[in-house]
């Protein structure tokens, strides 16, 4: 059974920082990783989606990374601002079937 | 991009009654739908996966009978909370699934209080 970690559970940090967040998963089989951000009492906004074949995938100030034999994915962002503060999720999709496994997520704050 | 909606956004009600989420992909077709709880400061959780035309599949410990799902359309799954409790009470999140990139997009949320 897939299992994915984020650490850490939360994350604060001063305004213009570059900050990295953690994910870990159990099985390396998986088709793709896809980070996602969630506002407070809000559904889920996609970031990033990288594919199995990948190693990275950028999006402006996010960078995502995969090493899908250690199974570890890295979330980059750099010159965090407030607007950032959210809680991040990473999830991802088993090779066999179309279900994503979440982490219970990454709460940032990103403080003025 | 693709949308979904939910509707409603938050519902409270009474324990013993029952209550309907609409899941609608607005602007694409999604054969296949999601629905995840989540739990305060706890990951998303799938409940189900819903196939348009045909019985939903249920993980493991998600009791069928008292989480209706249907899936009549090609726009719109439905999760029925049958006498709902307040153990019951929790974030339901829906996703539909595009076809053309196997991409999930995921709905606002419904936010379900039963007192």
């Given at each position: 059974k897939q299992e994915v970690t984020q650490i850490p559970a939360a994350l604060s940090v001063p305004e213009g920082e570059n900050l990295v967040l953690n994910c870990s998963f159990?099985?390396?089989?998986?088709y793709n990783l896809q980070w996602f951000r969630q506002d407070p009492g809000k559904g889920l906004t996609s970031l990033l989606l990288i594919q199995s074949s990948q190693r990275e995938q950028t999006s402006g100030r996010l960078n995502a990374s995969l090493d899908k034999s250690s199974g570890r994915s890295t979330l980059y962002i750099a010159a965090?601002?407030?607007?950032?503060s959210a809680t991040y999720l990473c999830a991802v999709r088993g090779g066999s079937n179309y279900k994503l496994t979440f982490g219970k997520g990454t709460l940032l704050t990103v403080n003025p | 991009g693709a949308v979904v909606s939910q509707h409603p956004s938050r519902v409270i009600c009474k324990s013993g009654t029952s209550v309907k989420i609409e899941c609608r992909s607005l602007d694409f077709q999604a054969t296949t739908m999601f629905w995840y709880r989540q739990f305060p400061k706890q990951s998303l959780m799938l409940m189900a996966t819903s196939n348009e035309g045909s019985k939903a599949t249920y993980e493991q410990g998600v009791e069928k009978d008292k989480f209706l799902i249907n899936?009549?359309?090609?726009t719109l799954s439905t999760l029925t909370v049958t006498s709902?409790?307040?153990?019951?009470s929790s974030f339901y999140i829906c996703s539909g699934r595009l076809d053309l990139t196997d991409t999930q997009y995921f709905g606002p949320g419904t936010r379900l209080t039963v007192l």
């Open positions: 159990t099985d390396s089989a998986i965090s601002q407030p607007g950032d | 899936h009549a359309s090609l709902a409790h307040p153990e019951d």
